[in-house]
């Protein structure tokens, strides 16, 4: 039994080495796979999302990107995957810039990255099974042997092998994140995206989520960003954290061990959960007297 899984390991992994290959240029190795230029970007003329930030992702790391609710965590993620263009500024991938325009490069650029969406979008109406295969099918040609080998071994790494028949419905909420973490591995991404992995999870479900993001970048040497609110669990298995409030701005930055040493309100404030402090909780308003028509005292 242990010979026939080292040869599917095999097989699989001489699989992702000729897609790597074929897929892109080789390149001279450098310690930043993501950069953001000062990039600047806003839905319209009367708000920004992000305000001039720059920022650098190193290579085979975890990078956390925490911050309160609107303060463009996900719309930086966007930005990186091209769904958006800067308004200004520049988001390099390995040393490509990314060009919203250019849809050949998009598509090469999105092969080497997965997703995992913050409510997991799975599709409903397949099994868990279908739902992990579904990027291998569209996006190679692989033998259906190699294709149910692959996906198998997918499962397996988040423990789900044997619910490869069940149906998304017959799942738990925990499950299903990681049945759509399986989907976002199938291809051997070099970047994997995390939106909000932790949501609505409980404790041990959110445990796990945890080790298998950290083993999943250790084994497979891939770079991800994690976007989380989840403090306790990006400072335990991050390599890098940053900090962002809302206007688009970057409080802090550093290893997670500095991030909680930190002697700044703003970070002390998020990282230790502090009602009071630089961080409001309501969004910017008017006077509440003029909304609610009475006179102010």
């Known amino acids: 039994m242990g010979g026939q899984a080292a040869r599917v390991h095999e097989r699989i992994a001489s699989f992702a080495f000729a897609r790597r290959r ?70 390099v991938f390995d040393g490509q810039l990314v060009d919203v325009r250019n ?41 259906e042997a190699l294709v149910r080998d692959i996906v198998l071994m997918k499962l397996n790494a988040v423990g789900l092998r044997g619910a490869a028949p069940l149906r998304i419905s017959e799942v738990s909420g925990g499950m299903a994140r990681r049945v759509a973490l399986a989907r976002a591995i199938a291809l051997d991404p070099e970047l994997i995206m995390y939106d909000e992995p932790f949501a609505g999870l409980d404790l041990v479900s959110m445990g796990v989520a945890a080790k298998l993001i950290r083993t999943l970048n250790d084994v497979t040497g891939s770079t991800s960003l994690l976007v989380s609110h989840d403090v306790p669990q990006c400072m335990a298995i991050a390599d890098y954290v940053v900090l962002m409030a809302p206007g688009g701005r970057i409080v802090a930055q550093g290893t997670p061990a500095e991030m909680m040493a930190s002697a700044d309100p703003e970070t002390r404030q998020f990282t230790r959960g502090e009602p009071d402090g630089p961080m409001k909780f309501h969004y910017p308003a008017r006077d509440i007297a003029v909304d609610f028509g009475v006179a102010a005292a």
Do not use: W
């Open 22 to 91: 074929s897929a892109h240029p080789l390149r001279l190795s450098t310690d930043a796979f993501i950069e953001i230029d000062h990039v600047t970007f806003g839905y319209d003329a009367s708000r920004l999302i992000l305000d001039d930030i720059s920022l650098a992702f190193e290579r085979g790391k975890i990078t956390a990107i925490l911050g309160s609710s609107g303060c463009g965590k996900t719309t930086l993620l966007r930005l990186v995957a091209g769904v958006h263009g800067t308004n200004s500024g520049r988001v």
């Open 103 to 143: 849809a050949a490069q998009l598509t090469a650029l999105r092969r080497r990255l997965g997703m995992l969406f913050q409510f997991g979008a799975l599709f409903t109406d397949l099994t868990v099974f279908e739902n992990v295969a579904f990027p291998l099918r569209e996006h190679t040609d692989l033998p």
